[in-house]
């Protein structure tokens, strides 16, 4: 699974990407204006949403 060494939002996302990956019933979410994306390997279990966080959040209550 790819990983950025130098990427302060990789190293974050990283431990969720390996339970995704290990988990076959797990999902990942990511919310991010700009950057939302997931590994390959987990892509068919996850959800991205380019957008802000505040907005998705309004937009699904």
């Not at 991010?32 to 505040?54: F, H, L, M, R, T």
Request: proline share 5%.
């Amino acid at each position: 699974m790819a990983r950025n060494k130098h990427n302060t939002s990789g190293i974050i996302k990283y431990p969720f990407w390996q339970m995704t990956y290990q988990n076959p019933e797990a999902i990942y979410v990511c919310i991010n204006y700009g950057d939302a994306a997931a590994p390959k390997e987990i892509a068919e279990q996850s959800v991205c949403i380019n957008g802000d966080i505040g907005e998705v959040l309004k937009e699904l209550k």
